[in-house]
């Protein structure tokens, strides 16, 4: 066959075969508008054209309609455009504006949409996953009718390139996007990988395998079902035995059953100890497979390793961060992946992974946790002042490298004067993004500052303004500006780690005064010998300052020391929290004063804990808490907070065919989202299958109300919020019509930890309403309760019915809930 006559598209890749020019069917014309809504970083926002798609049926854009006005003033009107030569818009009102594109089926047929450079697509009015960095990782298998078929686009950064795609093989394996570990020579064990697998059919796949061979080695993995119409992103298991350095192929497998269904041959890196490395692990979160690298180090001591967990920046793989580092003779370099190399500025998913990470090394690697460090460039620059703030008694000392301090300083977004009781809930919701708030926990820890003066990404003022601001308060900081520097000199300086070195963490007993604030306990709790379990007012800022001295007194009759330690606690927002006296075993007395309340004779809890709760006013000693179905560090909102815990997306079957599939496509979308964003796996399952006992632990996400999920009496019965078609209760208050969307979450009360999130609404407009996944940002807060009408896509707050957040009994009463009844 003459390869002239043929095209590689990307699908050709990922197929690893090639596809026919004629079978390709570029989508080149269509009409365009630009941005006109309002709001970033945020779940309330305008957006006009979205507006008009909820408010009307097979909503479809005339040529020279105006939508509204531009931060510019100007009016914007769709307008008729044309793809460039290859097949690519390119156009700045593709900056968030919008593209639409029509295209007539000849019969009812399914293809592949190949589309990137788009924040998520609207394909016959059903939400698919966006590739806004124009990654080329999504493409969807779509069932098109025979006809006109719509394909209505969000833009992303300014070009879009969209394609239909004949569908070869409707079951396959797609090589591009693996997780996979590296093999090491001084290791003979089982590690995991992941690989997408396409289904392109109208059912689901179930009961599938893989089957890896490696060196002679087979092993098999079952594959978790795929729903129809979507791709996965699924683990297996593959045997590391490889003992000389070299790159090697394994054979990956698709079965059902008996029968081969696709195969493919991966590259696998062995490696020794002496280069940097990646290892895998399912991670808790998602149950999804996720990698993090490793610069070991060249240890010329005896002492436990320090950990130096470092941060990369935006669009930088953590193999490539770990590869920047030389090996150090001390401690181990571990560079976590934010679950994406743009992923979640470090913050909410970014955050957790993180944090998972630093565990799992600290226990692979036996590091020292007193000597455990933190750094990062660029956004791993302000990850390292976003961590380091969150969990500042993990950290010896940190060192932010060319990075700002606040999501929102860099994204020119401060707080709004005298905001209103329904803005203020949002605000409180984003409390763990306001670095500054949270800074006095700065105190705990080194920090070494570093920037260039010429930094054209990430402006030097950003390190400046720290510097001045920590300089009021902090004792032990650095700071260092290179001179001509633009935003990339390296992340390598000896000067960091030789700061590095001469900070510890000290012991519990050694430290005479901190302080310790978080947005809420289920961001972060603890810190050395203190844990915040409850607050008075939810996602207000929470915290303690603490103050310790040992005095000593002399028995002359019996010539010995009574040794008197004095804890004192100043508490903000304090409902409950935890004191561990471990480290008061030496004292003979031990006294506590909790604000005003003093408490003597505490010895006998000094080899363990401490309960303190505010009753009345005032402070007594407590049980540890019995009831876990209050709200803890365990689980304690936000709306966010139901997206992690290995959740599984439950979607309902018992609605109207029209409800029943936005159910199943908003469900999908979500997962397809969280896979580009943070290199997710949800399971999706029907109400139907769902069971408590099968996924025992694990959150929920439900689509769908009471009317139509039938999982909704198993999760929801006990709720104080109710939805059902046409209605929906918050206690004794109702708000009737088909126009309302709903986001809550509240505990899996058979669960310590799980939590149920519910993406909802009382009718196609509502459902319609809640489509929109903004929640994967980070910045953008969600209190428990929001419920909200098409119109916040026209009038921004006006939109917004209810907001607000459950008591710590998840009850309303207890809570802080604004309601706008009219």
Known sequence: ???????????????????????????????????????????????????????????????????????????????????????????????GGYL????????????????????????????????????????????????????????????VNMQLLPVIKPIAL????????????????????????????????????????????????????????????????????????????VKV????????????????????????????????????????????????????????????????????????????????????????????????????????????????YGTDPKRTYLTGHSMGGHGTWQVGVTFPSKWAAIAPISGWYSLFSYANKEKKENPSALEKMFERASHASYTLELSKNYLQQGIYIQHGDADDVVPVEQARF????????????????????????????????DYFKWHTIPENGDVKTFEFRTANPGVSSESRYITLYQQEKQFEFTGVKVTQNIRSE??????????????????????????DLKHTIASDTIQVKVDSTMFDNLAIYKTGDVWFEKQNKSWVLVEKPSNTLEKSPLRSGNFKEAFKNNMVFVYATKGTREENEWAFNKARFDAETFYYRGNGAIDIVSDKDFKLSKYKDRSVIIYGNATTNGAWKLLLADSPIQIKRNEVKVGTKSFKGADYGVYFTYPRTDSKMAAVGVVSGTGIKGFKTVTPNRYFSSGVGIPDVMIFTPSTYKEGLKGIKAAGFFGNDWSLEKGDIQLEMN
């Open 174 to 249: 797609l090589k591009r996007d693996m997780t996979i570990p590296d093999f090491l020579t001084t290791e003979k064990d089982t590690k995991t990988g992941s690989i997408r697998v396409l289904n392109a059919t109208v059912k689901p796949l179930k009961n599938l395998k893989i089957i890896t061979e490696s060196n002679g080695q087979i092993l098999e993995t079952k594959v978790p079902s795929i729903t129809p119409l979507t791709m996965r992103k699924v683990p297996y298991l593959v045997q590391d035995n490889y003992t000389v350095k070299d790159t090697v192929r």
């Open 253 to 364: 497998k698709l079965f059902d059953g008996n029968k081969l269904i696709d195969e493919s041959s991966v590259l696998y890196k062995v490696k020794t100890l002496e280069q940097f490395y990646s290892r895998t692990f399912i991670s808790d979160i998602d149950g999804s497979v996720q990698y993090f690298s490793v610069k070991e180090g060249d240890l010329k001591t005896e002492e436990k390793p320090a950990m130096f967990l470092s941060l990369h920046g935006a669009s930088v793989e953590a193999r490539n961060q770990a590869a920047s580092y030389k090996a150090k003779d001390w401690g181990h370099v571990i560079a976590p992946t934010n679950r994406r190399n743009y992923g979640f500025d470090w913050e909410d998913w970014g955050r957790w992974d993180a944090m998972e990470v630093q565990a799992i090394a600290e226990k692979m």
């Open 554 to 579: 002399k028995q002359i009759k019996k010539a010995e020391f009574l040794k008197t330690r004095t804890i004192n606690i100043e508490t903000e927002n304090l409902k409950k929290f935890k004191l």
């Open 466 to 497: 720290m510097r001045n601001y920590l300089g009021d308060y902090h004792p032990d900081f650095a700071y260092l500006e290179y001179p001509d520097k633009k935003h990339w000199f390296g992340i390598d300086f000896s000067t960091i780690f």
């Open 100 to 159: 639409f594109v029509t295209y007539n089926a000849p019969a009812a047929e399914v293809k592949i949409l190949e589309i990137s450079g788009h924040s998520e697509v609207y394909v016959n009015g059903a939400p698919r996953g966006g590739d806004v960095y124009n990654k080329h990782l999504t493409f969807h298998p779509i069932a098109l009718k025979k006809g006109k078929n719509t394909f209505l686009v969000k833009g992303g950064r300014g070009q």
């Open 1 to 95: 066959m003459n390869l002239k006559s043929l095209s590689i598209s990307v699908l050709a890749f990922f197929y690893s075969f090639i596809v026919l020019a004629q079978d390709t069917i570029p989508l080149t014309k269509g009409l365009i508008v630009g941005a006109t809504g309002e709001g970033r970083r945020t779940i309330i926002y305008t957006d006009p054209v979205f507006y008009n798609f909820i408010s009307e049926e097979n909503y479809e854009p005339v040529e020279h309609d105006s939508v509204g006005v531009n931060r510019k003033g100007d009016v914007e009107k769709w307008e008729a455009v044309t793809a460039d030569d290859k097949g690519v818009f390119k156009d700045r009102k593709l900056r």
